[in-house]
Structures are given as C-alpha cells and as structure tokens.
C-alpha cells in the first residue's frame, strides 16, 4: 500500500509541475483597463464569463519528449464566456502527446465591464501572450519562431485577429517591442470569421455591441484582413455546423489563396460545433492525425 501511495503521490507531483499559471500582465501595465477590481465568475465548471487578470496556464511535456514546438490555445465562448476546459485543457493535453508546449489563454471578455475599448481586449491578451512566451522561449525549452495558436469558434475569431493585425496593441515599451505579437502558424477549428451575413450573431454582439456600424463589421470580419503576411494556417470545420456556418472557414481560406498565403482546409460532413478531443464521427476524428501531421511537417521547417 505504501508502495502504491508513493507512486500516486510522484504522479500528482508531476501533474502540478507540469501545469503552472503565468500572469499576463505585470502590475500596472494592462492596457485598456479602468482599473475596476474584479472578480473571476465560473457560471459552472470549466466555463468562465468573467476573468479577475488574464493567465496562460502551462502545460509542459517531460523535458525528454519536449520538441521545439509551442501552441497559445484560446477558448471559445462567442466571446460570452470562456471554455477554458473543453475548449482548452482537452487541446493542451493532446498536443502535449505530440511533444508540443500547450499555454492555455483566459482572455479578457469584450463584455467585461472594466474595458475601456471593448473590441481590442481579447487583441491586447493574445498579443501580450504570444510576446511572453517569445520572450521566455529559452525557459520553457521552445524556439522563438516555432510558437503559433490554436482557437476555437470565437477563440478562433481572435486567433485569426493575432494571425492578421499587425498593429502592436499591447503598449508594452522596453525590450518587448524587440519581440513580434504575430503567430508564426494558425490553427482555425469550427472558426468565426465573418461578422456580417454568415456571422455568429452572438460573437459580433458582444464583441462589437449592439448596432456596429457597416465599416467596423467589415473591419472585424477577418477574411478582409488576410495578407501576404498572414502566417501558414490550416482549418477545420463541419458542413453541419448549426452555430457557425462553414461559408466561415471557406471565406477566410479564399483569402488565404488570394494572398498566397500557405494552409489547408478540411470540411467533414458531421462534427456540427464539437470538433475537439472525441468526435462521435470517425471520418471528423481523423482532423487529429491531419493537424498532427501537419505541425511535424511546419516543425521540420522551422528547425
């Protein structure tokens, strides 16, 4: 029994020291911010509609089967709330199979009361996120052109936001302006990225508000902001998407032609909004060993 106990307690041991929680922003210098003290709301377990202060929350593969790799995973939640379990851990979890750092983002909500500009909030956290882990790649073992994001729904939204907008929101001075806030490669799964025709009416309500104008909807609907610079992405998506329609996926990826931009796109016939960890379809299953392959792939390159 002492035996067993042991072994139990080196596990959860390890388990803790894998998974540690980094604060995004160094007191006083998160823009945007009114100053407001509050409090993180979990409406129920592994779903947050309101944040106290951003975090990445590390996970680490062992240093043995650690490669060069990093991936900043952003929950979805049409920007109402944060999935930071299903739409988070799951991910960095499986991704630490493949040898690769996971960071999972709580990001500021655009519904947060404390916002003064509300639809750059969620801009500001991933771009300060992705320049820390650039900033401390020697620490956790990573290479600084080898870190890229992984969104899904609205999270994908905002990692296609990070993919496009070259514009350095975070107002961070010093050093880290020596350090870019653009993911070297995307992957966009059951993505929003229209906010007009095909939009997710509750993603661009709440990170736009009620009645945007035409010019800020076109603004933040970002297969008109792909460029030549957008990095290597490739998407994911369900022709039986009931929430976000797949014109979504396509539209951005017809921009990503139009700039040369280098990527794929894979549509399966079912998986509706649930593409993640376990698919109840086998064909959407394989999205997986696809993206899997694909990262070895950019991996290869990026050495």
Known sequence: MKKVALIISIFVVSQISAQQKITLWKKGTMPNSKGLKLKTIEEKEGRITQIQEPELVAFLPAKEERNKMAVI????????H?????????????LNTLGISAFVLNYRLPTSPDLKQREIGPLQDIQAAI??????AVQYGISTNQIGVLGTSAGGHLAAMASDISTDYTELKGDWQNYSAIPDFAVLISP????????????????????????????YSMQNSVTEKTPPTILFHAQNDPAVPVINSILYYEAMIQKNVKGALFIFPEGEHNIGINNKAELTDNWKKVCADWLKQ??????
Do not use: Q
Request: proline fraction near 2%.
């Open 73 to 80: 995973i952003i929950p979805g939640g049409g920007y109402h």
């Open 82 to 94: 944060l999935t930071y379990d299903l739409g988070g851990y799951s991910y960095a979890k499986w």
């Open 131 to 136: 320049k820390l882990i650039r900033k401390n």
């Open 192 to 219: 929003v990225i229209d906010l007009g025709e095909f939009a997710h009416k509750g993603s661009r309500l709440n990170l736009l508000g009620e009645n945007a104008s035409e010019e800020k909807i076109k603004e």
């Open 298 to 303: 950019l991996s290869k390159k990026g050495n």
